[in-house]
């Protein structure tokens, strides 16, 4: 429970900071920390991301932040894409799972860094 | 041709939440703040509108799959507010600069732990 509160504080902590989505962080440390494998993982972290976002969905709402028509604009096909993305991900090997999510890191951090 | 661009960034951006158990804001933040010519903070914010239907439907396809442990997720959800507070905190009292190489620092180790757990022999441990 502490270690799930320590994943959960983390990436509430990269959110905050860097506007990241916590998935970056929650589904790599439910891997190596959790031993979770990585379609678990990934399932897993869309739950917490589902309800992270929720709260902050509001909460830069009620600042006024948010434009609805252009969420609903990226939305729509947005949900589209996961349904595809969830079944793609049906069909890869853990490994590729694994090695996809490593290149999807090193390409932020590179983005990061120059 | 910009309103083309960014729906092709959403769709893309859930394919990749799907996939690899992210939000998909990578790719939504861009499409709102480049194509659609959002401020930076709006983007952020209004990325979130996508975010939350991707995640909500992506863990449910991810549910039928067999691929959810809820009452973990839930917990992590719920204890990442705390988190943000202490990374407003911290984030005031370190140069931005700071921040980011320390987290591309994290990201690449991270990384190299993900690379080494996927070429390493297997059967993994199914959790």
Do not use: C
């Amino acid at each position: 429970m502490l270690k799930l509160a320590a994943i959960g504080a983390a990436a509430g902590a990269f959110s905050g900071l860097f506007g990241v989505g916590g998935g970056t962080i929650i589904v790599p440390l439910l891997i190596l920390w959790f031993g979770f494998g990585e379609r678990v993982a990934t399932g897993t972290s869309l739950v917490a991301i589902a309800v992270i976002a929720l709260f902050a969905a509001v909460g830069q709402g009620l600042y006024g932040n948010v434009k609805l028509l252009d969420g609903l604009l990226i939305g729509i096909p947005a949900v589209a894409g996961v349904v595809v993305g969830t079944g793609l991900q049906q069909r890869l090997p853990e490994r590729g799972i694994a090695l996809a999510f490593a290149a999807l890191l090193t390409g932020m951090a590179i983005e990061l860094i120059v | 041709m910009d309103v083309v661009a960014a729906i092709a960034l959403g769709f893309a951006g859930g394919v990749v939440g799907g996939l690899l158990g992210v939000g998909g804001g990578i790719l939504f933040v861009p499409a709102l703040a480049i194509f659609l010519g959002e401020d930076q903070i709006v983007a952020v914010a209004t990325s979130l509108i996508a975010i939350v239907p991707v995640a909500v439907v992506g863990a449910w396809r991810q549910h039928r799959f067999g691929n959810v442990r809820l009452s973990e997720g839930l917990w992590v959800g719920a204890l990442a507010p705390l988190g943000v507070a202490i990374g407003v905190v911290v984030s005031n009292g370190i140069s931005e600069r700071a921040l980011e190489i320390s987290f591309a620092v994290l990201l690449l180790f991270v990384a190299s732990q993900m690379v080494r757990r996927a070429l390493r022999p297997r059967p993994s441990r199914e959790a």
